[in-house]
């Protein structure tokens, strides 16, 4: 896996790797903080039941796997779905909406943060694109206006 060398294409090599291994663990870390979350939401809904006794509220797959753009690079999420059958007073359904990575998110608030601290340092928002894309090897998620 992991070797030691001495020669700058080796450590080039073992940066790669290295980043292999940080966005491997981040994805399996949020895709397990994911599934906790929606285990917790169904367990504590376990006892609503229709009236033949079944639950209403239900795990329903997994959602396409967005790319979500973090500290640690991009990586792709696959995230459970719910389905939840309850209605609430007004009569509209209630939905599952998770705290740690909402339907509309597609780069963490950290990424976000940032670019006002790259424009305050003198850098012009046409070289926000390339600066990110050494970070996070492509255009982070940026889009020109």
Same mark, same amino acid.
């Given at each position: 896996?992991?070797? +030691?060398? *001495?020669?700058?294409?080796?450590?080039?090599?073992?940066?790669?790797?290295?980043?292999?291994?940080?966005?491997?663990?981040?994805?399996?870390?949020?895709?397990? =903080?994911?599934?906790?979350? +929606?285990?917790?939401?169904?367990?504590?809904?376990?006892?609503?039941?229709?009236?033949?006794?079944?639950?209403?509220?239900?795990?329903?797959?997994?959602?396409?796997? !967005? *790319?979500? /753009? /973090?500290? =640690?690079?991009?990586?792709?999420? *696959?995230?459970?779905?719910?389905?939840?059958?309850?209605?609430?007073?007004?009569?509209?359904?209630? $939905?599952?909406?998770?705290?740690?990575? !909402?339907?509309?998110? $597609?780069?963490?608030?950290?990424? /976000?943060?940032?670019?006002?601290?790259?424009?305050?340092?003198?850098?012009?928002?046409?070289?926000?694109?390339?600066?990110? =894309?050494?970070?996070?090897?492509?255009? =982070?998620?940026?889009?020109?206006?």
């Amino acid at each position: 896996m992991l070797r +030691v060398v *001495t020669d700058d294409d080796g450590r080039v090599e073992m940066r790669s790797a290295l980043d292999e291994i940080v966005l491997d663990g981040a994805q399996r870390m949020l895709a397990a =903080a994911l599934e906790a979350e +929606v285990d917790a939401y169904i367990a504590a809904l376990a006892c609503e039941r229709d009236e033949r006794g079944r639950a209403l509220v239900v795990r329903n797959g997994h959602a396409e796997a !967005p *790319t979500i /753009t /973090t500290a =640690a690079g991009r990586i792709e999420v *696959t995230a459970p779905r719910v389905n939840d059958k309850r209605v609430d007073d007004d009569g509209k359904r209630c $939905r599952f909406r998770s705290s740690i990575l !909402p339907p509309w998110a $597609r780069k963490s608030p950290k990424v /976000t943060e940032v670019l006002p601290l790259m424009y305050l340092h003198g850098m012009s928002s046409g070289d926000f694109a390339p600066a990110l =894309a050494g970070f996070f090897g492509s255009a =982070a998620g940026l889009r020109r206006r």
